[in-house]
C-alpha cells in the first residue's frame, strides 16, 4: 500500500498534527528539540497508537536513557538513509551503534587506526582548548567561564569569522540530562533574532565535547569595565539603558523564557553599540517580572557611573524610578523605553561638540558661496540695467520719428 509521510519542525507541531491523524505505523523523531523532546513525543503518541513503532534519531550518548528507549532502535547522526530505510521496513540489521560515554580527553585512548588528536587538559578553568579544533572551529583564547563552563574566542574556519564559543564544562559532559538541558537551551537561543541581542549560530559536539557558536563582540561587558575602573559618561550610560530595554522588551513581547540580567550580560562594542548577551532559555527558570529586572538594571548602571557624576535632571529622575518598586515605578520595558526615548535626544545636544577643523572648512564653504553669489547678482543687475537702457533707447527712436 502506498506510504504517507508527515513532517514538523518540532515536538509540539508533531502532536498538533497527530491529533487529525487516525494513525500512526512510524514515528522517526529526533531526540533533543526545544519544548517536546522526542522521549515524551514517543512517549505521548504511544498511549493513543499502542502498535506504533518509533526510531530515533541523534547525536549524542544515551546510555543513560536506555529505559526511556527500550527496544527501538537508535541511529546516530549524520543518518544513513538506506540504515533508515531499513529500519523503517524492520529489516533484519546490526544493533545499533551507541556512542561511549564521553570521558575526560586526557584520559581518553584513540582507536588504534586513528591519529591521535590533540588532548586538551580536563580543567574547565585553565586555557585547556587554545589551539585546539571543535568541528569547524578554531579555539583561541579564554574569555571567561559562567556556571556551565568556559567561553573562547573562536574562528569558524569555513567562513574565516570570528565567533565567540561555549563549552559545556567537563564534569558535565558526562552528564546526560546536563548535556541534554545544555542544547535544548542553545536550541532556543537560536532562535532569537533581535539587532540588540548576540546571535547563537551552530551548538553541537565534537569529540565528546558539547558547545555552541555565538556572535563575537569586540569589546567588553560591564563587569570586565567594572574591574578596570573604566567608567561610563552620560551618553554611554543612555545607550546602555536604551539597547538593554530594548533586548528585554522583545523577550517579553515574544514571551521567550530567559535568565536574569547580570554585568557580564551586558557588552560595550567598539562601536559603542550596547548588546545583552542571549539569555534566552528552554524553560522559565522563574516566571518573569519586568519591575524586578528594571531595578537589576539600575543597580548594574550605578555601578559603572562616576560616584560625582553630572547626570541631567530627566536622567537622574529616571534612574531613581527605575528602582521603585511600586505603582509609581515602571511596569514594563516598553514604559521605560517610551521614557527614555524623551531623554535621548536631549543627551546627545548636550554631548555634541562639533568638530573644529570641518567647522573651519563650512565657513571657508560659506564664504565662498556667498562671494559667488554676490558676483551673480552683481552680472544679473548689469544686464537688467542694460536691457533698461536699451528699451529706453527703443523708446526715444519711437517717439523722436513719430
Known amino acids: 500500500p502506498d506510504a504517507q ?78 540504515e533508515l530505510a531499513a529500519a523503517i521496513r524492520l529489516e533484519p540489521q546490526p544493533a545499533p551503534a551507541v556512542k561511549p560515554a564521553p570521558v575526560a580527553v586526557s584520559k581518553a585512548t584513540p582507536p588504534a587506526a586513528e591519529k591521535p588528536k590533540p588532548a586538551p587538559a580536563a580543567s574547565p578553568t585553565s586555557d585547556n582548548l587554545k589551539g585546539c579544533t571543535l568541528g569547524g572551529y578554531q579555539i583561541g583564547r579564554l574569555l571567561g567561564a559562567g556556571r556551565r563552563g568556559p567561553v573562547y574566542e573562536g ?28 542544547m535544548n537551551d542553545a536550541t532556543a537561543k537560536a532562535t532569537v533574532r533581535h539587532p540588540g541581542i548576540l546571535g547563537v549560530y551552530e551548538a553541537g559536539e565534537f569529540d565528546g565535547w558539547c558547545f555552541y557558536s555565538r556572535e563575537y563582540v569586540d569589546g567588553e561587558n560591564l563587569a570586565e569595565m567594572t574591574a578596570t ?59 518573569p517580572n519586568a519591575q ?35 505603582s509609581t515605578g515602571f511596569q514594563s520595558w516598553g514604559a521605560l523605553l517610551q521614557e527614555i526615548r524623551t531623554i535621548e535626544p536631549k543627551v546627545l545636544a548636550k554631548t555634541f561638540k562639533p568638530d573644529e577643523k570641518i567647522e573651519a572648512e563650512i565657513r571657508a564653504f560659506e564664504s565662498k558661496h556667498r562671494k559667488r553669489q554676490l558676483k551673480a547678482v552683481a552680472k544679473i543687475g548689469g544686464a537688467i540695467a542694460g536691457g533698461v537702457a536699451l528699451i529706453a533707447a527703443v523708446l526715444w527712436f519711437i517717439l523722436a520719428h513719430r
Not at 559545556?168 to 552528564?175: G, S, V
Not at 547626570?311 to 531613581?320: D, T, V
Open 229 to 287: 575602573g573604566t567608567q561610563l559618561d552620560e551618553l554611554m550610560t543612555v545607550r546602555v539603558i536604551s539597547g538593554v530595554a530594548r533586548a528585554m522588551s522583545s523577550f517579553h513581547l515574544h514571551q521567550i523564557p530567559h535568565g536574569r540580567i547580570n554585568p557580564r550580560r551586558i557588552y560595550i562594542g567598539s562601536d559603542k553599540r550596547a548588546r545583552l548577551a542571549n539569555i534566552a532559555t528552554a524553560t522559565d527558570p522563574e516566571p
Open 155 to 182: 574562528t569558524q574556519m569555513a567562513m574565516n569569522r570570528p565567533v565567540a564559543i561555549k563549552v559545556l564544562t567537563p564534569e558535565l559532559q558526562h552528564d546526560a540530562e546536563a548535556k541534554l538541558q545544555f
Open 292 to 326: 524586578r529586572e528594571i531595578l537589576t538594571l539600575s543597580t548594574v548602571m550605578t555601578e559603572v557611573l562616576p560616584p560625582n557624576a553630572e547626570l541631567s535632571p530627566e536622567l537622574q529622575k529616571m534612574l531613581a524610578r527605575m528602582r521603585v518598586q511600586d
Open 5 to 82: 509521510v508527515h513532517g514538523a519542525a518540532d515536538g509540539r507541531e508533531a502532536l498538533e498534527q497527530a491529533g487529525a491523524l487516525g494513525q500512526i505505523d512510524v514515528l522517526v523523531t529526533d531526540v533533543v528539540m526545544k519544548g517536546v523532546d522526542g522521549f515524551s513525543l514517543n512517549e505521548t503518541l504511544r498511549k493513543r497508537f499502542p502498535k506504533m513503532r518509533t526510531i530515533f534519531v541523534t547525536g549524542y550518548d544515551l546510555v543513560e536513557y536506555a529505559d526511556r528507549i527500550g527496544s527501538n532502535p537508535v541511529l546516530q547522526k549524520p543518518v544513513d538513509w538506506d
